[in-house]
């Protein structure tokens, strides 16, 4: 009868890419497998959401808080420079993007309604500023929010599995 113990299966998910089980199988006899694991890290500390998305929000490093979470607009560092939290496996991909776009959609009804019963424009010029207006406060956004957005991947430790 061949058995593995809860604690050898526990004892397999620690980072490594392989680990040792050990099963019994033949009775005083015993042999292991070798069993592929998940390429991830174990949370040894505990992790605050709500400190690391406001430093990610701040394009401050989630760990430590003082290091650059963004260089240049939207690159992510392999690496943080202070504390070498390893922030290029927190893949944001295209999450970001697409939270930006909600907050600015409902930004942008408001936005077109203000901007008509201000100003009255005619519909090309309304056009052209509230798509001027948009652009631009989508481009700040994303990156406050791909900064959030790493950060909370971060405190839940979403690391890219290579799925
Ligand atoms: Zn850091």
Redesign the pocket.
Known sequence: MEHIRFADVVRASYPCSFSTIPLVAKPGVRQSIRIPTARTLTMTEKRDSKTSVLRGLMN????????R?LRGYLAVPA???????P?GRYPAADGPAFFAMTIMLLLLIPLIGFTWVLFRPSPGMLLVITGVITTVLTLILLRFVKGAFIGYLWAKNEQDRGA
Request: charged share 20%; proline share 6%; with cysteine.
């Open positions: 401050k490093c989630p760990n430590c808080g003082e290091g979470l690496q943080c420079e202070v504390c070498h939290a922030l």
